[in-house]
């Protein structure tokens, strides 16, 4: 029995482990879906849509019938007395003696009776009002305008999901690619340092049976320890790497993953010259939209002041009952309740108040005056943006195209240079010179393959193109 419960919770504990290294396998597409599901600023941006949903009903429901329900019961420790003329009884005497008695005062210590008034105490020591009052709101110009305000506040909250969406698109594929641009890199310098380690072995017997000098051996040196450092760095940046992506993932830092696409793949893939030509609708640009309704938001603030010179008109109805007894008896089926019901109608009617709102809607006309110039200034910016990105990947695409080129020709330099060195015919200096500008070519074209991908996505973001 304890064999079969051992190997159960080995199972177990297998299984979960498995689960805890899965690796998730994603192309540059697919990272993009799962950001947009899974991604931190996007939960954000869905959860403020939901809340301004709920905004829009509050500021709806304020408008709506209001149903309160109120209880206070009372009890008086010490109940007050009420002081009444002892003249408005028939039998003064008759009263007074009563009142000495039942308060345990005389006539001639309390002045009060001596001046011929007598006192009362009204109702009982404790009572319960319970009560229910309706409330409905008849008109009010500011109900009005916060309910077209909630809504516009509902499609703000959504446009900030749209440029959400293109925000994350962008930092997942930044994100994608710095990752391949790392491996790149690393795979690149194991096969120049592998190269390099050769060249320094081959030079070191040569100069071991005196064929060349020790610099040209110590300059190799110089040249492979500063490879391995570069290579060192690389791989430890890949970390980092991997951990932005999966912040831009929404995922634990230290979740696995395997990028299915390559470097070289997306950046022939991301070469679409058509987007070039592509021309540019700034009334369709998610921050022309957010904009618009910047300028929207003003006018209303501005129409909202105007509202509070209008009167508002409110009614209610009340509906009460009343228990009253000397001790707690409001349980009982005999105790006695009296009702109460009450209809109203409030009208409040605003007549001045010292010019402040007309302060107040001066200061909104001069809100959407500003938002008018932010809209016009928006447009302009829009465009210059639209214009500058195309340049810029135009760029990326020619950088790309040349350094491809100039990456083989310093490939064939530098083989050239080894094969001259090795056999007398360059000195260490040329195969030196050779060697770093191979190094510079093969970064320069892993950064312009980097730069495609990246400068085709911030014009996808200039121009405003949908996510598919």
């Given at each position: 029995m304890k064999k079969i419960v051992l190997v159960l919770f080995t199972v177990f504990f297998i299984h979960v482990a498995n689960a805890q290294e899965k690796t998730l396998q994603l192309s540059l597409k697919e990272a993009i879906d799962y950001a947009l599901k899974n991604s931190y600023n996007t939960k954000i941006a869905k959860n403020d849509i939901?809340?301004?949903k709920e905004i829009v009903w509050e500021?709806?429901?304020?408008?709506?019938?209001?149903?309160?329900?109120?209880?206070?019961?009372?009890?008086?420790?010490?109940?007050?007395?009420?002081?009444?003329?002892?003249?408005?009884?028939?039998?003064?005497?008759?009263?007074?003696e009563t009142v000495e008695e039942f308060f345990d005062i005389n006539r001639e210590s309390s002045p009060a009776v001596a001046d011929g008034f007598i006192p009362?105490?009204?109702?009982?020591?404790?009572?319960?009002?319970?009560?229910?009052?309706?409330?409905?709101?008849?008109?009010?110009?500011?109900?009005?305008?916060?309910?077209?305000?909630?809504k516009t506040f509902?499609?703000?909250?959504?446009?900030?999901?749209?440029?959400?969406?293109?925000?994350?698109?962008?930092?997942?594929?930044?994100?994608?690619?710095?990752?391949?641009?790392t491996e790149k890199s690393i795979e690149i310098l194991k096969e120049n340092i592998k190269i390099l380690e050769k060249n320094y072995s081959d030079a070191q017997k040569i100069y071991e049976n005196g064929f060349n000098e020790e610099e040209d051996v110590e300059q190799l040196e110089i040249t492979l320890g500063n490879l391995k450092n570069q290579r060192n760095s690389v791989i430890r940046m890949k970390e980092i790497a991997y951990q932005m992506l999966n912040i831009s993932l929404g995922n634990a830092i230290n979740t696995k993953l395997l990028l299915t696409d390559s470097l070289d793949g997306l950046a022939e893939n991301n070469i679409n010259l058509e987007l070039i030509g592509k021309t540019f609708d700034f009334s369709n640009h998610?921050?022309?939209?957010?904009?618009?309704?910047?300028?929207?938001?003003?006018?209303?603030?501005?129409?909202?002041?105007?509202?509070?010179?209008?009167?508002?008109?409110?009614?209610?109805?009340?509906?009460?009952?009343?228990?009253?007894?000397?001790?707690?008896?409001?349980?009982?089926?005999?105790?006695?309740?009296?009702?109460?019901?009450?209809?109203?109608?409030?009208?409040n009617v605003p007549i001045f108040s010292s010019f402040s709102r007309k302060a107040k809607t001066a200061q909104a006309k001069i809100a959407l005056n500003t938002a008018d110039i932010r809209l016009e200034e928006t447009k302009?910016?829009?465009?210059?943006?639209?214009?500058?990105?195309?340049?810029?990947?135009?760029?990326?695409?020619?950088?790309?195209?040349?350094?491809?080129?100039?990456?083989?020709?310093?490939?064939?330099?530098?083989?050239k240079q080894r094969i001259k060195?090795?056999?007398?015919?360059?000195?260490?200096?040329?195969?030196?010179?050779?060697?770093?500008?191979?190094?510079?070519q093969q970064q320069n074209?892993?950064?312009?393959?980097?730069?495609?991908?990246?400068?085709?996505a911030t014009l996808e973001n200039a121009l405003n193109l949908q996510i598919k």
């Amino acid at each position: 029995m304890k064999k079969i419960v051992l190997v159960l919770f080995t199972v177990f504990f297998i299984h979960v482990a498995n689960a805890q290294e899965k690796t998730l396998q994603l192309s540059l597409k697919e990272a993009i879906d799962y950001a947009l599901k899974n991604s931190y600023n996007t939960k954000i941006a869905k959860n403020d849509i939901e809340k301004a949903k709920e905004i829009v009903w509050e500021t709806t429901a304020s408008g709506l019938p209001q149903v309160n329900a109120r209880l206070d019961y009372q009890n008086f420790l010490k109940q007050p007395v009420s002081l009444l003329p002892a003249a408005a009884f028939d039998n003064r005497e008759s009263v007074v003696e009563t009142v000495e008695e039942f308060f345990d005062i005389n006539r001639e210590s309390s002045p009060a009776v001596a001046d011929g008034f007598i006192p009362v105490v009204f109702g009982t020591k404790q009572n319960l009002n319970a009560s229910v009052t309706l409330t409905q709101l008849l008109f009010d110009g500011s109900y009005l305008v916060a309910l077209q305000a909630s809504k516009t506040f509902l499609k703000i909250s959504k446009q900030a999901e749209e440029k959400t969406e293109l925000l994350t698109r962008e930092a997942v594929i930044n994100a994608y690619g710095n990752i391949l641009v790392t491996e790149k890199s690393i795979e690149i310098l194991k096969e120049n340092i592998k190269i390099l380690e050769k060249n320094y072995s081959d030079a070191q017997k040569i100069y071991e049976n005196g064929f060349n000098e020790e610099e040209d051996v110590e300059q190799l040196e110089i040249t492979l320890g500063n490879l391995k450092n570069q290579r060192n760095s690389v791989i430890r940046m890949k970390e980092i790497a991997y951990q932005m992506l999966n912040i831009s993932l929404g995922n634990a830092i230290n979740t696995k993953l395997l990028l299915t696409d390559s470097l070289d793949g997306l950046a022939e893939n991301n070469i679409n010259l058509e987007l070039i030509g592509k021309t540019f609708d700034f009334s369709n640009h998610i921050d022309f939209k957010i904009s618009e309704n910047d300028r929207e938001t003003k006018r209303l603030m501005m129409k909202l002041e105007q509202s509070k010179y209008l009167p508002s008109l409110s009614a209610f109805v009340n509906y009460g009952r009343q228990g009253f007894s000397d001790s707690f008896t409001f349980l009982n089926n005999n105790q006695q309740w009296f009702d109460s019901s009450l209809l109203g109608v409030s009208l409040n009617v605003p007549i001045f108040s010292s010019f402040s709102r007309k302060a107040k809607t001066a200061q909104a006309k001069i809100a959407l005056n500003t938002a008018d110039i932010r809209l016009e200034e928006t447009k302009q910016r829009l465009a210059l943006q639209a214009k500058k990105a195309k340049n810029e990947y135009q760029l990326s695409i020619e950088n790309y195209q040349t350094s491809k080129r100039n990456v083989n020709l310093a490939q064939r330099i530098e083989k050239k240079q080894r094969i001259k060195f090795f056999e007398g015919i360059s000195s260490s200096f040329d195969l030196l010179q050779a060697q770093n500008q191979l190094y510079a070519q093969q970064q320069n074209y892993i950064q312009s393959m980097l730069s495609i991908i990246a400068k085709k996505a911030t014009l996808e973001n200039a121009l405003n193109l949908q996510i598919k």
